[in-house]
């Protein structure tokens, strides 16, 4: 097994990969972006190799008024150890492309994934270390609150919307993983004859387009006396007339009514090709969210919805028409709610 040679288009894969981990040195690895009204063009702060950059200065302002221990790359270990990581990680797979031994390229994997999870955890606890060990003396205190930041995805603190997201290091980092596990793939099931033709390169995009496409885009449920409307800053009290916008990053925005949903999407805050589905609260079922695609929606000013929108949504032509008799109005479409 030892002496088991891998393919040329396999060692090229490894050598391309290990050129793309020293590009890592030069580009941010990681990034969390802030939203919040005060800050109309967002807040970033970019997590590299070696340092920290963007925003840091004005988030480290911020984070003095919660309690929240200032950002210095200086106070980071990792910073000092993970360019000397990420040389090794590279120069090892440059030498299983030069060596071309198939048991190596297994051990680098096993190592490369090691590595990713433990450089994961470590950032998990780097974020809730600097989210709950907050300062008791601070300006802002939220009895029962925390500000860990998501591992990955979106998380609501306080007034702001936060993004955790990898940056084009990050994303080097996944494709080189996706690709190193494209490669034991096709090599494993070569040395099994079950598939002496498998294309390696498609192996590794299919499994790069899975990664990059599962980001969690379903709906959120509406708390109603929890949840503030995203337009208006209402608390949403009328569980009747809820609606939704799940953004392509898996951001979900709330609002109270049909009026402020609309409202929201005509001042572009977010804009249609960053949409992924909109939602609407079922009007007879109001637990169930109904995509705007399947929606049917009745005007009525007996409705009193609570930004006088006066539209509710349900789920069939049916549905609506029982309701008529004790809503009078009129049938109206998702695009003439728009006009």
Not at 4 to 22: H, K, N, P, Q, S
Not at 214 to 236: A, H, Q, V, Y
Request: with cysteine; glycine share 8%; proline share 5%.
């Amino acid at each position: 097994m030892k002496n088991i040679r891998i393919t040329t288009e396999v060692r090229a894969l490894l050598l391309v990969c290990g050129l793309g981990l020293i590009a890592v040195l030069f580009t941010p690895i990681w990034r969390i972006d802030l939203d919040a009204p005060q800050y109309p063009e967002g807040l970033q702060m970019f997590i590299h190799a070696n340092k920290l950059s963007g925003n840091v200065d004005i988030i480290n302002g911020l984070n003095h008024y919660i309690g929240m221990k200032t950002l210095h790359a200086e106070d980071f270990v990792e910073f000092k150890v993970l360019p000397g990581i990420i040389i090794f990680y590279a120069l090892l797979f440059l030498a299983v492309a030069y060596f071309a031994r198939r048991k190596w390229m297994y051990v680098l994997f096993a190592l490369f994934v090691g590595f990713g999870a433990l450089a994961m955890v470590d950032f998990w606890r780097w974020e809730y270390d600097y989210g709950h060990n907050l300062n008791p003396d601070a300006a802002i205190i939220v009895p029962g609150m925390a500000y860990q930041p998501p591992l990955i995805g979106f998380k609501q603190l306080l007034n702001f919307g936060a993004y955790s997201i990898p940056a084009t290091g990050g994303f080097i980092f996944i494709a080189v993983g996706v690709i190193l596990l494209g490669c034991v793939i096709y090599e494993w099931k070569k040395g099994k004859r079950l598939a002496t033709k498998t294309n390696v390169m498609a192996v590794s995009a299919g499994l790069f387009f899975l990664l990059i496409t599962s980001c969690n885009t379903e709906p959120l449920p509406i708390r109603i006396g929890k949840d503030n409307c995203d337009f208006c800053k209402m608390t949403i009290s009328d569980n009747r007339f809820g609606a939704e916008i799940v953004t392509k990053k898996g951001k979900t925005y709330k609002f109270d009514d049909e009026h402020c949903i609309v409202g929201f999407i005509n001042a572009k805050t977010v804009t249609q090709p960053e949409i992924h589905a909109v939602y609407f609260t079922n009007f007879l079922h109001p637990h169930d969210l109904i995509k705007v695609e399947d929606a049917v929606f009745l005007q009525s000013p007996s409705l009193k919805s609570p930004m006088n929108g006066n539209i509710a949504a349900f789920s069939n032509e049916d549905s609506l028409i029982n309701a008529l008799p004790k809503f009078r109005g009129n049938k109206i479409s998702w695009e003439d709610m728009q006009k």
